[in-house]
């Protein structure tokens, strides 16, 4: 399988060190343009958000409804088991009580004791002009930390522009922003919210959020994988 073949001690080095990391592709172009194509279809998704109605940004996209498309499904659960340790680890050094279970399944229980029962992950559509505000995708009290987004769409041939863009935010300092490069079917594994850092008086928590830049030409597709389901 594709995900065992990835190099995960550099994954998780990144993740601890800046809180990102691009992997993959985890899908191949074939399966790429399929999941881009049920955009335009009702059955495989719960709802539809406009983003400029609500003020996230210009463009807009689709949350997946139960049962997830296969491809989706088989990724959503090895990820999750692959990121947990991470999950723990960091949990563990912002001394936070949360620990996170080995199987994604347990922890869905968890998500539906919780009121969380609607699936969470989502397919985006940009075209030009548009784009997506810097935001977190919490959902809800319980929250895995780590998300995944993987781009459906050729950059450079099928768009420009729209590139993924995540932020910082460090006690007392600015934010930092850090534009990630993709190629179709890689994946950014990114923190949803907070991560630890370790400084010269301790461990202190980094802030983050993730938005995507203005798409200059074309269309741009993305997966979004997100591991804690929405109240």
Not at 179 to 206: K, M, N, S, W
Request: charged share 20%; aromatic share 8%; with cysteine.
């Amino acid at each position: 399988m594709v995900l065992e073949q990835l190099d995960w001690l550099r994954i998780e080095a990144e993740l601890d060190s800046v809180g990102h990391a691009v992997a993959g592709p985890l899908l191949d172009g074939e399966t790429c343009g399929a999941l881009a194509g049920l955009y335009e279809q009702d059955t495989p998704f719960r709802s539809r958000v406009v983003m400029e109605r609500h003020g996230f940004g210009k463009g807009e996209y689709k949350y997946f409804a139960h049962p997830l498309p296969e491809p989706i499904a088989a990724l959503r659960g090895p990820l999750y088991r692959r990121l947990a340790p991470v999950a723990n680890r960091w949990a563990e050094a912002m001394e936070l009580d949360t620990r996170y279970p080995a199987d994604h399944a347990d922890f869905l229980e968890r998500c539906h004791a919780a009121g969380q029962t609607r699936p969470t992950p989502l397919l985006l559509k940009y075209g030009p002009g548009d784009y997506n505000c810097l935001h977190q995708d919490l959902y809800g009290e319980t929250v895995f930390p780590l998300q995944v987004a993987i781009l459906l769409s050729a950059p450079g041939s099928k768009f420009s522009g729209g590139e993924f863009v995540l932020t910082e935010q460090r006690p007392r300092m600015q934010s930092r922003a850090t534009v990630v490069p993709l190629a179709l079917g890689e994946a950014v594994i990114f923190a949803v919210d907070q991560r630890p850092v370790q400084g010269t008086r301790g461990t202190y928590r980094v802030r983050h959020r993730h938005g995507v830049s203005p798409v200059r030409s074309g269309a741009r597709h993305t997966l979004g994988i997100i591991f804690h389901d929405g109240a």
